[in-house]
């Protein structure tokens, strides 16, 4: 055990997302409640960091969201860049970046969604692409939508420009980091939707500048994919399933081209 939330002397706790390393060995996460901001008494969330030392890990929080510009209650894995950033997304309603400035940090929100055409509550984190243009997906288009986007923002001149590839009406949304391939191509799961009604993993492709969407599997045994999904180096699609499987408690999947 390398840190318990519930034991925390920051108040953070529901970690939502994953860890990501830094090249020193640290650990950066989110959670989404506990901080300072003052969000419906539960704080707003707030990105931690666990450090080497002594044999154990030491905690630190390093960014306390306010639920203003900045969002609130993040809970994606976040991604760092070959400087050492980290970029997310919080549930209401961003997509931050968070740069080393001295010895502290600094928050720069890149976009904040309306909730309508461009989507909204976002829950997957972001991805880079080779050109370091980052790419995600929201849960939602609406309050009473289920539908979401996926979503482009392109780094250019220092500023960030934010762009809807594809609108979808999945129920349920898109819950995990999308995935991209050499090629440029984007897949992902949903949550709900499919001919069964359990999930689907898609596959987004780039023609003049339309994206068209395939639908490559439709789960049905397994259900509901909520997690990130991975691509190999051979093309297989790798996530995992909340329900279903041998036991019904989930599964861990593979799909091949």
Request: with cysteine.
């Amino acid at each position: 055990m390398l840190y318990r939330f519930a034991d925390s002397p920051t108040g953070l706790s529901i970690p939502y997302g994953g860890v990501t390393f830094d090249a020193a060995g640290n650990l950066y996460g989110t959670a989404a409640a506990g901080g300072t901001g003052g969000c419906h008494g539960q704080g707003c969330g707030a990105v931690y960091k666990l450090t080497p030392s002594g044999g154990g890990w030491m905690a630190s929080v390093i960014y306390n969201f306010t639920g203003f510009e900045d969002g609130a209650f993040p809970m994606a894995t976040m991604t760092l860049d070959p400087a050492g950033n980290l970029y997310g997304t919080t549930y209401y309603q961003s997509v931050f970046e968070l740069v080393k400035s001295g010895a502290g940090w600094t928050e720069n929100t890149l976009y904040t969604f309306h909730n309508g055409s461009d989507g909204g509550n976002p829950q997957a984190g972001v991805i880079f692409d080779g050109a370091g243009n980052l790419y995600g997906a929201t849960t939602s288009l609406t309050q009473q939508d289920p539908g979401g986007v996926v979503f482009k923002l392109d780094h250019s001149s220092g500023s960030w420009v934010y762009t809807v590839l594809y609108t979808y009406s999945f129920s349920g949304g898109i819950f995990g980091n999308v995935a991209i391939d050499a090629a440029g191509n984007i897949y992902g799961t949903a949550i709900n939707g499919g001919i069964h009604q359990a999930g689907s993993v898609f596959k987004l492709t780039n023609s003049g500048g339309t994206w068209s969407l395939t639908d490559l599997y439709d789960f049905g045994g397994i259900a509901w994919p909520e997690g990130n999904v991975l691509l190999d180096a051979s093309g297989n699609l790798y996530g995992t399933a909340m329900n279903g499987g041998q036991y019904g408690y989930g599964a861990v999947w593979e799909i091949q081209p």
